[in-house]
């Protein structure tokens, strides 16, 4: 019934100590096996979420950057890409400047920020990725950033994202991974985006389906999907939206889904 599956990594494929266990390996592993398309949905950029898919062998294309690029796994070629405006560019360098804000970009699958502090190098320690020192940062504006990301407290982001929301929401998709990163992408780069062209790109229908998540990132491609899943340690916002609510992602959610809704049809 599903031809299709895809996956967050955070907190859903991975362990809260950031592992893909031998259980959810072999499941994935059958489910390729019998013909099902196996792959990941991410707000990671594609060098880090590539690094994860390697060690699952999965060799189809990859949606990274919450769904603002798709890249082939094997021979690396880009099959859908979707930029920032560069007016928000500026406007977001601009506004974090005033506000003295940690701020990242993502230039040509490489990460920037104005300077190396706890925030970068904790962000980089779970992505598992290098990073570039950019004291200017607004030299990056005319470039074709892939995501721009703010990093704070929770609460601080909620109001900023409200307040945002007013002056480029129209412009602009705006989310979050995790709580305290507020991600800033094209408006047709969501994973709901992207489930859809992908799935399109299999001869696929998107009835046939499954998407797993556990932030609200991941709501667009839930809602989207056949079969639309939260894990249990989602947030309630996606459990509410979600058409199943497995395991957590320490109880291998993602093994049980497959077991339950792909090998044993």
């Given at each position: 019934?599903?031809?299709?599956?895809?996956?967050?990594?955070?907190?859903?494929?991975?362990?809260?100590?950031?592992?893909?266990?031998?259980?959810?390996?072999?499941?994935?592993?059958?489910?390729?096996?019998?013909?099902?398309?196996?792959?990941?949905?991410?707000?990671?950029?594609?060098?880090?979420?590539?690094?994860?898919?390697?060690?699952?062998?999965?060799?189809?294309?990859?949606?990274?950057?919450?769904?603002?690029?798709?890249?082939?796994?094997?021979?690396?070629?880009?099959?859908?890409?979707?930029?920032?405006?560069?007016?928000?560019?500026?406007?977001?360098?601009?506004?974090?400047?005033?506000?003295?804000?940690?701020?990242?970009?993502?230039?040509?699958?490489?990460?920037?920020?104005?300077?190396?502090?706890?925030?970068?190098i904790q962000y980089c320690r779970l992505?598992?990725?290098?990073?570039?020192?950019?004291?200017?940062?607004?030299?990056?504006?005319?470039?074709?950033?892939?995501?721009?990301?703010?990093?704070?407290?929770?609460?601080?982001?909620?109001?900023?994202?409200?307040?945002?929301?007013?002056?480029?929401?129209?412009?602009?998709?705006?989310?979050?991974?995790?709580?305290?990163?507020?991600?800033?992408?094209?408006?047709?780069?969501?994973?709901?985006?992207?489930?859809?062209?992908?799935?399109?790109?299999y001869d696929c229908d998107i009835a046939?389906?499954?998407?797993?998540?556990?932030?609200?990132?991941?709501?667009?491609?839930?809602?989207?999907?056949?079969?639309?899943?939260?894990?249990?340690?989602?947030?309630?916002?996606?459990?509410?939206?979600?058409?199943?609510?497995?395991?957590?992602?320490?109880?291998?959610?993602?093994?049980?889904?497959?077991?339950?809704?792909?090998?044993?049809?």
């Amino acid at each position: 019934m599903y031809k299709m599956i895809t996956i967050d990594i955070d907190d859903t494929l991975l362990t809260d100590s950031n592992e893909v266990t031998e259980g959810t390996k072999q499941a994935l592993q059958a489910a390729t096996d019998q013909g099902v398309v196996v792959t990941l949905a991410t707000g990671r950029m594609f060098a880090s979420a590539k690094k994860i898919a390697k060690q699952l062998d999965i060799n189809v294309p990859i949606i990274t950057y919450q769904g603002a690029l798709i890249k082939n796994c094997l021979d690396e070629d880009t099959i859908y890409e979707r930029y920032l405006p560069q007016t928000v560019v500026a406007f977001m360098f601009q506004y974090a400047k005033e506000h003295d804000l940690h701020i990242q970009a993502y230039y040509n699958d490489q990460l920037y920020a104005q300077e190396e502090n706890e925030k970068l190098i904790q962000y980089c320690r779970l992505s598992n990725v290098a990073y570039i020192i950019e004291e200017d940062m607004s030299t990056l504006s005319h470039l074709p950033l892939s995501k721009l990301i703010i990093i704070d407290e929770p609460e601080v982001l909620d109001e900023m994202k409200n307040h945002l929301d007013q002056q480029i929401g129209q412009d602009v998709h705006m989310t979050k991974s995790k709580p305290n990163f507020l991600e800033f992408v094209h408006k047709e780069a969501t994973k709901g985006h992207a489930v859809r062209f992908l799935a399109e790109h299999y001869d696929c229908d998107i009835a046939e389906v499954i998407a797993i998540g556990d932030s609200w990132n991941d709501h667009e491609m839930i809602e989207a999907a056949g079969l639309g899943v939260a894990m249990e340690n989602a947030v309630a916002p996606l459990k509410d939206v979600a058409n199943y609510v497995t395991r957590s992602n320490n109880e291998e959610g993602v093994k049980h889904v497959i077991e339950k809704f792909i090998l044993k049809n």
